[in-house]
């Protein structure tokens, strides 16, 4: 299922879409760059988010040492970068593809505004969860999932019935349907497991890898559908 378009009529050019796609390729392909000379693996430990870093620098502050708040300070930044690194090339190109659909309206309809704010929000609250979930992880998260499953889950909750061109590959023939958008919620879930095809030569084989990452979508969706709900009851007041 690759989602296309939707039929709702743009009110703008959705010029944050064409920004946040421009910049997550550009530093794709930087990442690209770096594989080629073997620098990727420490570019990744440096700017993914590690939770156990995280969380660790967090306890030693509290309890022993508080030097160890610039380490927090130190890490914390990460909870923004991760969301712009991917770790394969069908993660990025998911990614996008949802974010260009959904976003694009979303743009629309809430301004560029908002939706850099359901976006960048909705990529730093999932992280933030992701550390409380498995504080223990000593391994890279990146990647923009929560940002997406957050703009994801406020178009659902807009445009419920909103209805989607997608393409269906069947074997050599690509088969054009139109498909509820509520047909995406179930997708974005299954499509998690393949955004390992086309990984990117990192020498830590387990990034991304999470026990509690599809709870963690979860919450991105709901952030999205409470987010969009609190907007319309705001402007309407």
Known sequence: MIPISDHIRLRHPPIVIYWLIGTNI????????????GELASFIDSWGLIPAQISGAI???????PAAWVVVFWRLP??????????????????LI???????????????????????????????????????????????????????????????????DTIMPL????IPVELPAYSYLFWWFIKQLFYGIGSLNMTA??????????????LGLCLGAAAIRYYESSSQS
């Open 26 to 37: 550009a530093i794709f392909l930087w990442q690209i760059k770096l594989g080629i000379t």
């Open 59 to 65: 306890t030693h502050a509290i309890y022993l040492n």
């Open 78 to 95: 990460s909870l923004f970068l991760a969301m712009f690194l991917h770790g394969s090339i069908s993660q990025i190109v998911g990614n």
């Open 98 to 164: 949802f974010l260009w659909v959904f976003g694009k309206t979303l743009s629309s309809v809430i301004g560029y505004k908002g939706v850099l704010a359901l976006y960048l929000g909705g990529g730093i609250l999932t992280g933030i969860a992701q550390i409380i979930l498995e504080p223990s992880l000593t391994v890279p998260l990146i990647g923009a999932n929560g940002a997406i499953a957050t703009i994801l889950g406020a178009y659902l909750s807009k445009f419920p019935q909103g209805k989607i």
């Open 171 to 174: 074997l050599i023939l690509y």
């Open 205 to 218: 084989s387990d990034v991304n890898s999470a026990n509690f990452s599809f709870w963690v979508q979860l």
